[in-house]
T-cell receptor
């Protein structure tokens, strides 16, 4: 079974520039998550999709971050414009559903450095 | 509010046993996960508890006490490859909604010495 795919793996941009990340979840997984993980901290949920609908985006900085999940499969996360504090690893995860026992499978992450 | 606490760092000896504790406060507890994360890699699932008690899976066991808001991960027969961060994560169900989200602690960095 193929895992969660993400690209790019690494990205370096200057502040105020824009950047986009792509995620392809495990086939058949209805729930998709984007997390931000700052060095030394645990992952922080940015947005959660159930199929192509948003379940939770309460911690997404909506003035600069946006995400979409077209057709309930692939997803993109965009930052525009980037700030220095956005430097982090952006993890995409998917699960069969959002039921209580469904474990999340994480992709390898995209390491973003904003200079 | 939501809060998850776990020790920042721990050190243990190869072949020994180590217990990593996690305490949490959530409004709608609906399960607790433990994940392992090696440096520079993504988290991988270790265990899930929703009822009180001990869940054993090979060298790893996880315990939950809902009344105390407490869990621990027990690692036996430690190996060098167990050096990693261990993340405690709680599923929190929103009131008046079927939606739930997973909240992660900051992780415990475990170092294994020979």
């Amino acid at each position: 079974e193929a895992g969660v795919a993400q690209s790019p793996r690494y990205k370096i941009i200057e502040k105020r520039q824009s950047v986009a990340f792509w995620c392809n979840p495990i086939s058949g997984h209805a729930t998709l998550y984007w997390y931000q993980q700052i060095l030394g901290q645990g992952p922080k949920l940015l947005i959660q999709f159930q199929n192509n609908g948003v379940v939770d985006d309460s911690q997404l900085p909506k003035d600069r971050f946006s995400a979409e999940r077209l057709k309930g499969v692939d997803s993109t996360l965009k930052i525009q414009p980037a700030k220095l504090e956005d430097s982090a690893v952006y993890l995409c995860a998917s699960s069969v559903g959002q039921g209580i026992s469904y474990e999340q499978y994480f992709g390898p992450g995209t390491r973003l450095t904003v200079t | 509010g939501q809060n998850i606490d776990q020790p920042t760092e721990m050190t243990a000896t190869e072949g020994a046993i180590v217990q990593i504790n996690c305490t949490y406060q959530t409004s709608g507890f609906n399960g607790l996960f433990w994940y392992q994360q090696h440096a520079g890699e993504a988290p991988t699932f270790l265990s899930y508890n929703v009822l009180d008690g001990l869940e054993e899976k090979g060298r790893f066991s996880s315990f939950l006490s809902r009344s105390k808001g407490y869990s621990y991960l027990l690692l036996k027969e430690l190996q060098m490859k167990d050096s990693a961060s261990y993340l405690c994560a709680v599923r929190d169900k929103a009131m008046y909604s079927s939606a739930s989200k997973i909240i992660f602690g900051s992780g415990t960095r475990l170092s294994i010495r020979p």
